[in-house]
């Protein structure tokens, strides 16, 4: 597609549950992160992938938290029994492939754990 | 502590003031890179800086990198109330060239017509 798409764009959900972010990258782009933006705060890095390679899972909060990338196109973000602390917006990026190349961001999906 | 300090905070200037946003890194930069957020919406990217010393400029909003110092500043002339919103800078900080960027805390700017 012309842009990166992210989907839900709001999700509210209960404390417990399980939820599933997607991300649909720019056709052609071999790279996608993963962000995590809470209140007030800066971007936090979550994951990455690069092509076919093992993805970069260094800034996964905790083991709630997992995510994949499908025929290295499509990403879906999943955290498990979610918790209010995992309220936050989670924006996804990709590139054309790592390095000094501009990443195009997502709108991003506005998660709200009650 | 952060190792992508962006200063200030925040900014309030009147309508067509010029303002400088500083983004400080505490180690080996790799890329830096300027994205502006409004609320609610996803980063859009204005520029990418790779060399030392080098400058690019898109309509009135100017970036700088300084190797040495392991700084980039982001300079609007005339600003203007669409200047508006949260400036990111963002860098690959001695991961390797991976294109893993960290991201400063934002500064977040009004514009006072």
């Known amino acids: 597609g012309a842009g990166v798409s992210q989907s839900p764009s709001n999700k509210v959900t209960e404390k417990g549950k399980d939820v599933e972010l997607r991300c649909d990258p720019i056709?052609?782009?071999?790279?996608l992160y993963w962000y995590r933006q809470s209140l007030g705060q800066g971007l936090e890095f979550l994951i990455y992938?690069?092509?076919?390679?093992?993805?970069?899972k260094s800034g996964l909060p905790s083991d709630r938290f997992s995510a994949e990338r499908t025929g290295g196109s499509v990403s879906t973000l999943t955290i498990q029994r979610t918790q209010q602390e995992d309220s936050a917006v989670y924006l996804c990026?990709?590139?054309?492939?790592?390095?000094?190349?501009?990443?195009?961001f997502g709108s991003g999906t506005r998660l709200t754990v009650v | 502590s952060q190792e992508l300090e962006q200063s200030p905070q925040s900014l309030i200037v009147q309508e067509g003031k010029n303002l400088t946003i500083n983004c400080t890194s505490s180690?080996?930069?790799?890329?830096l890179y300027w994205y502006k957020q409004k609320y609610g919406e996803g980063l859009i990217f204005l520029m990418m800086?790779?060399?030392?010393?080098e400058e690019k400029s898109h309509e009135k909003i100017t970036a700088k990198l300084d190797e040495k110092k392991q700084q980039s500043s982001l300079h609007i002339t005339a600003s203007q109330p669409s200047h508006a919103g949260i400036y990111l800078c963002g860098a690959d900080i001695g991961s390797g060239n991976t294109g893993k960027l960290i991201f400063g805390q934002g500064t977040t700017l009004q514009v006072k017509p």
């Open positions: 056709s052609g782009h071999t790279a």
């Open positions: 800086l790779q060399k030392g010393g």
């Open positions: 990026a990709s590139s054309l492939r790592t390095g000094n190349y501009g990443y195009t």
């Open positions: 992938f690069q092509g076919n390679s093992a993805p970069d």
């Open positions: 180690k080996t930069l790799y890329g």
